[in-house]
């Protein structure tokens, strides 16, 4: 519901879909590596969500968030597409570093219980 409230106007439809989209995809992320994530994968993901793209050194990333990066990047190229047409694709990036931000955040709390 917080789309909501920061999209609050008819003609922010769009945006309320992109950031539930986001959001959703995040929280899977999360759901997925509490229960099933070791600390290796975490790893790995954390460096593949901050380059934003998976090569062949990645040989640790679990099909699943595979499966899970490739619908991110969907939706991005998806935001991207719409955001080209009305000249604002300079937003991409600062987009891309809130979900590199709050994915490395909710992902990297398991290496504090690790360290104690």
């Known amino acids: 519901m ?9 003609d922010y439809t769009v945006g309320r879909i992109f950031v ?10 999360d759901d997925i590596f509490d229960v099933h ?5 975490l790893e790995c993901v954390v460096n593949v969500i901050e380059r934003w793209e ?3 050194e990645d040989d640790k990333v679990p099909d ?12 991005f190229a998806e935001i991207e597409a719409h955001v080209s047409n009305e000249g604002r694709l300079f937003c991409m990036d600062y987009a891309k570093e809130i979900v590199s931000n709050t994915n490395q955040s ?6 504090k219980y690790k360290e104690n």
């Open 64 to 75: 699943y968030f595979e499966f899970w990066f490739k619908t991110l990047l969907g939706v």
């Open 37 to 41: 994530g070791t600390i290796d994968e």
């Open 2 to 10: 917080w789309p909501l409230g920061g999209f609050l106007k008819p």
């Open 54 to 56: 998976i090569t062949d």
């Open 106 to 111: 909710t992902i990297t709390s398991p290496f």
């Open 20 to 29: 539930t989209k986001i959001t959703q995809l995040v929280s899977v992320l």
